[in-house]
């Protein structure tokens, strides 16, 4: 049987491949990472990954496709830095960090959602779910390795501070064509 779908179903698949396509996106970008002599957390790009997704897929599918990504991470698949996965890394001193990128999903998403796409409230959304991840990945790692607040600031948040605000720029510029050019298809 050779049927066609309808508009509903193709809208679907399209977002069912979406989502696969970006949480493949995160897989392959959040291993890349650069280790830090003086800090347990490298430098990788996973929050541009998140990012992008939110970009092309909003909060809900983005956040989905992040959940996806961790879910494949915890099951053991090395998807996190370092090409590393297991619910080890979740508990170690980073996990903090890759559970508060759900709020970056959110937090980024809301803004899209909320203000329309514009890319000024996308760079606040982008920068509060940033502080978000900062916070609750900085809480965690000062429990974990039993450091205060300020000695985990300074070796799991300002170090990174530089390279965030450029991915957050880039995601700003790349972003907005990415969502338009996946639209017109």
Not at 53 to 58: A, D, K, P
Not at 150 to 163: F, N, T
Request: charged residues 10%; aromatic residues 12%.
């Amino acid at each position: 049987m050779n049927q066609r779908l309808t508009a509903s179903q193709a809208e679907k698949t399209k977002k069912i491949t979406m989502i696969g396509l970006m949480t493949a996106v995160t897989c392959i970008l959040g291993p890349l990472s650069l280790p830090l002599p003086f800090s347990p957390v490298p430098i990788t790009l996973t929050n541009f990954a998140v990012f992008l997704s939110i970009y092309i897929l909003g909060m809900k599918y983005g956040t989905i496709s992040l959940l996806i990504y961790l879910a494949l991470g915890t099951i053991g698949l090395p998807v996190f830095s370092s090409f590393s996965g297991g619910l080890g890394k979740l508990a170690g001193p980073t996990g903090g960090y890759l559970f508060g990128f759900i709020f970056l999903a959110l937090i980024h998403g809301f803004f899209m959602l909320r203000f329309h796409k514009k890319t000024f409230a996308s760079i606040i959304g982008m920068t509060l779910g940033m502080i978000a991840c900062y916070l609750f990945g900085t809480i965690w790692l000062a429990l974990h390795m039993s450091l205060t607040f300020k000695a985990a600031l300074m070796i799991g948040v300002i170090p990174y501070l530089p390279g965030d605000a450029v991915k957050i720029a880039l995601a700003a510029i790349i972003g907005p064509k990415l969502s338009s050019a996946i639209q017109k298809t």
